[in-house]
């Protein structure tokens, strides 16, 4: 569930001016908008059929809104199909759509381009409804090259005392990808529904209806995967990029990884790397299609395995989450 200190109401009219200023010198941002008035104003559009605009982070939480917001909301991503979140800047066009937005959904794990925007106005007035979702997530740590992510975070302690934020060394170290457990998106699920009844309190039912059915749905998907994996707890994957490390852990698996905060191992790393592929009798390298192959491309030589693509940034979610299941159930070793 959201609290007060997880939903916040950050400035728009500012918001367009700074983000094509950012945008100039090359930094990321979700968006701005030239929303006026308040709280009641939003609730008051969407009384008028208008649906609600929300922006969103990466596309898996765009399915997330529309599930639970129906025909009452329209979705904006920020970070578009295909594009890389640790190098994608968007267009003046891009940050004219997101200014349009009433709510914005964040990932809430430190992301670089979600914290160029939240760090900056969340002490002004403003119309835009900021939804932290990974409020009430164990958040975990990145693994380092050859490694497993291991390590979890309470819920809620990114966010420190009263909102107050940890150090950002520390934040740069927390995996984002908190959507790849379905436990976690049901946790996503509900924070979106409490953010959209903030705004429209009127469909408070509605959104709760929309909720119920693709909480059953996210239920059915994590049953299947239990079964898919049923006696295969501790076996070993490997990737590129640490983007399953949510997953691992929820289904007892354990996650080898060859990059990590978007760095490209050594030769003394991936001499590691394949070390443990070896010993770990590894056949196959799990690549992002984001991002670069090379490295992997390199492990699956020297182990006389194979690269395969899967994807975590994929809007179907549970669709994807099925194909993925089925493609780790029958790789793992």
Not at 110 to 119: D, L, S
Not at 223 to 233: D, P, Q, V
Not at 262 to 285: C, F, H, L, N, T
């Amino acid at each position: 569930m959201i609290s007060s200190m997880n939903l916040k109401i950050l400035p728009l009219l500012m918001l367009l001016t700074v983000g094509l200023s950012l945008f100039a010198s090359g930094c990321m941002s979700p968006g701005d908008s030239q929303v006026n008035g308040s709280t009641g104003q939003a609730v008051e559009k969407a009384e008028t059929g208008e649906p609600i605009i929300v922006a969103v982070s990466v596309l898996p939480q765009a399915e997330f809104v529309e599930k639970v917001g129906g025909d009452k909301v329209k979705t904006i991503v920020v970070i578009p199909p295909g594009a890389d979140p640790h190098t994608y800047e968007p267009s003046p066009r891009e940050l004219r759509e997101v200014s349009k937005a009433r709510m914005y959904v964040t990932v809430g794990t430190g992301m670089p381009f979600e914290e160029v925007w939240i760090r900056r106005f969340e002490s002004a007035s403003s119309e835009t409804l900021i939804v932290n979702t990974s409020s009430g997530i164990e958040l975990k740590e990145l693994a380092a090259h050859g490694e497993e992510e291991t390590k979890g975070r309470p819920p809620g302690e990114l966010e420190g005392h009263e909102g107050e934020s940890v150090t950002d060394a520390h934040k740069e170290e927390l995996d984002p990808h908190i959507w790849t457990s379905p436990a976690n998106a049901k946790i996503m699920v509900e924070n979106i529904y409490e953010g959209l009844v903030t705004l429209d309190p009127e469909n408070k039912e509605y959104y709760a209806q929309n909720r119920d059915a693709y909480l059953k749905e996210l239920d059915a998907l994590d049953a299947r995967i239990r079964e898919k994996l049923e006696g295969k707890k501790g076996r070993n994957f490997m990737v590129f990029h640490p983007s399953w490390g949510y997953f691992a852990a929820e289904y007892g698996l354990t996650m080898i990884t060859i990059e990590t905060e978007g760095k490209e191992p050594s030769a003394q790393d991936m001499a590691k790397i394949v070390d443990i592929a070896k010993e770990k009798q590894v056949r196959v390298i799990f690549v992002q299609p984001q991002f670069s192959t090379r490295s992997a491309q390199a492990v699956a030589e020297e182990i006389d395995g194979e690269v395969i693509a899967v994807d975590p940034l994929a809007k179907d979610y549970i669709k994807n989450m099925d194909r993925v299941s089925d493609v780790f159930a029958r790789n793992l070793v």
